[in-house]
């Protein structure tokens, strides 16, 4: 049900551009400023769910960073400070049950216009 429900909103047509507030804009790119995006390679071997329990501590950072799934591939990670974020930058790539994760870095600024319409 909550699948189905999602699933017609992310189609839902508006009939015309959807305007976002630049506070809105604004305060989401503050929010995720210390973000830090991942993927896991291989499914089948890996659980998205492990990989957010695991590599703080490879990192040696267990409770500094929150993790959270994005979807069946995809983490987030939220980090109190911009050293842990940028150490763990540094040091990438990661292995993650003899996998390689895949790195996207940090939420990036692309201008007034990014964000800015859907």
Not at 36 to 58: D, F, K, M
């Amino acid at each position: 049900m909550s699948d189905e429900l999602w699933n017609d909103i992310q189609h839902m047509e508006l009939g015309r551009e959807l305007f976002i507030p630049y506070h809105a804009y604004a305060g989401a790119f503050a929010s995720n400023r210390l973000s830090h995006l991942g993927r896991i390679l291989n499914p089948q071997t890996q659980s998205v769910e492990r990989a957010i329990l695991e590599l703080p501590y490879q990192w040696g950072l267990g409770s500094q960073v929150h993790g959270r799934i994005l979807d069946d591939r995809c983490f987030q990670f939220r980090f109190r400070s911009e050293a842990y974020l940028l150490n763990v930058l540094r040091r990438a790539p990661w292995v993650y049950n003899e996998w390689f994760t895949s790195e996207m870095g940090r939420f990036c600024y692309r201008g007034y216009s990014y964000l800015h319409r859907l």
